[in-house]
């Protein structure tokens, strides 16, 4: 039996990561203080929560945890490793003239991954770094009951609301946001298996209603990379975020986009590129002696950074990674193709079918 892809995911997730790459857009042209960008956070402030929701959603909990590790931790690996040299690459000048042995300068750059979870010259990848100890996480606590999953969920909010209220100064890094990213990841497992979204599409409008309503009056941010609260309150945005995702995926069950869908299949690719070319447009600017602040250079970054991401994402040869947001796998009987990529990550047998679920 053929069951066909969820393309409503590819959808938001298409829409997101242009969303991302604004707000970071946004703080490379020094907007961080308008009142627009504080307000668009008010509305966007599940960006990342919803990142995290869609790597459960579409877990596949029949895999024993090696097969989970060739088919969907492997590509994770690959990828934070190509992101870390692109970004070792625009930081080795910098290190060159700092004076720093040579010993430092080619150790820095995975010592500083694994003390703070993110990458020098490409800080947007402590997210793959996060990704994968929360993939790695919920593959154990999945093959709990369902009433113990939900526990676990509200467990693990209470880790992240107590070191954001009695350790607000603790400096772990993106490690930091794996009790809010397991949360997520267990309850978009939940919504796919209890068919939470079927469920609640009579209530639409509600749903959407609420959603509105307690992201206009009930306004709480956490910063998810750090667990920081910035403004209202930590349980507040949790709920906020779980209306929020709830509404998207309503909103976007049925509505197609063959453009977002493309990218919403590449999302990865975009996550490691486009801070770099945020650098490269940076310099190209400076060059010219275009100002580099304001909001004609946000617009310029994003543009012309979401345009180099979709160039570069088309030539990647992401089909061949089997892996989480760059490829959405049906269930059925799918034949992989040997390719030198395929091989190195998976035991490609093209004589050999395997009935898969969305993978991510």
Not at 41 to 67: I, Q
Not at 264 to 274: A, D, L, M, N, Y
Not at 330 to 336: A, D, F, S, V
Request: aromatic share 18%; charged share 15%; with cysteine.
């Amino acid at each position: 039996m053929i069951k066909k892809r969820d393309v409503s995911l590819d959808i938001i997730s298409g829409i997101l990561i242009i969303l991302i790459i604004l707000y970071h857009a946004a703080q490379w042209a020094k907007l961080s203080d308008t009142e627009i960008y504080k307000n668009a956070l008010n509305f966007f402030y599940f960006l990342m929560p919803w990142f995290y929701f869609k790597s459960g959603y579409v877990h596949n909990d029949s895999y024993s945890f090696r097969k989970m590790f060739k088919v969907s931790l492997s590509p994770l690996i690959f990828l934070l490793v190509i992101g870390t040299l692109i970004g070792y690459i625009f930081t080795l000048p910098g290190l060159i003239r700092s004076g720093e042995s040579i010993f430092v300068i080619i150790a820095k750059p995975f010592l500083y991954l694994i003390k703070s979870g993110m990458t020098l010259g490409n800080p947007p990848l402590w997210f793959l770094l996060s990704l994968f100890f929360v993939k790695v996480i919920i593959s154990f606590i999945v093959k709990l009951s369902y009433k113990l999953i939900g526990l676990s969920i509200i467990a693990f909010v209470c880790v992240g609301w107590a070191q954001s209220f009695y350790f607000p100064n603790l400096n772990l890094g993106a490690h930091q946001a794996l009790p809010l990213g397991i949360s997520f990841s267990l309850l978009g497992y939940l919504y796919r298996k209890k068919k939470v979204i079927t469920k609640i599409s009579n209530y639409k409008i509600p749903v959407i209603l609420v959603t509105l309503l307690s992201s206009i009056f009930m306004t709480s941010y956490v910063h998810v990379h750090f667990n920081e609260l910035r403004y209202g309150s930590y349980w507040i945005y949790f709920i906020n975020c779980v209306l929020a995702i709830s509404s998207i995926l309503i909103i976007f069950k049925y509505i197609t986009w063959k453009p977002l869908i493309w990218i919403g299949q590449r999302t990865f690719i975009f996550f490691i590129v486009h801070w770099p070319l945020f650098f490269i447009i940076y310099q190209i600017c400076r060059l010219l002696d275009v100002s580099r602040s304001g909001w004609i250079f946000m617009y310029i970054l994003s543009i012309f950074a979401t345009l180099g991401s979709i160039i570069i994402a088309y030539y990647f040869p992401h089909k061949y990674l089997i892996s989480a947001s760059s490829r959405i796998v049906e269930l059925g009987k799918i034949k992989l193709k040997k390719t030198p990529i395929a091989k190195f990550f998976y035991k490609a047998n093209p004589t050999k079918s395997e009935n898969r679920i969305n993978e991510n």
